[in-house]
Nanobody
Framework: QVQLVESGGGLVQPGGSLRLSCAAS????????MGWYRQAPGKQRELVAR????????NYAGSVKGRFTISRDNGKDTVYLQMNSLKPEDTAVYYC?????????WGQGTQVTVSS
């Protein structure tokens, strides 16, 4: 069982930056692949980035590659998403979960709005 709480979202202008955090509770955190996901209104939830248990294998969606950085601190049971050069199309609710996601673990997420 991994319980997840996202934070760090907000309103930012195009070109700005935000750092999202996901605090996890559960002894299995350090041995699972974690992912950041996002969902815009009327659209399917999509995988943004994922990171392996040890942090050595990382994958990004093509739409965010070069702008976003996923990282994790297993000592703090936390995964991060640094988002730079934000675009209006990045506007969505951002969620964290294991990868592949556990359907029962989806929470409220954190809202990211990119607008001028």
């Amino acid at each position: 069982q991994v319980q997840l709480v996202e934070s760090g979202g907000g309103l930012v202008q195009p070109g700005g930056s935000l750092r999202l955090s996901c605090a996890a509770s559960g002894s299995i955190f350090s041995i699972v692949t974690m992912g950041w996901y996002r969902q815009a209104p009327g659209k399917q939830r999509e995988l943004v980035a994922r990171i392996s248990s040890g942090g050595s294998t990382i994958n990004y969606a093509g739409s965010v590659k070069g702008r976003f950085t996923i990282s994790r601190d297993n000592g703090k049971d936390t995964v991060y998403l640094q988002m730079n050069s934000l675009k209006p199309e990045d506007t969505a609710v951002y969620y964290c979960n294991i990868y592949p996601p556990r359907e029962s673990s989806w929470g409220q997420g954190t809202q990211v709005t990119v607008s001028s």
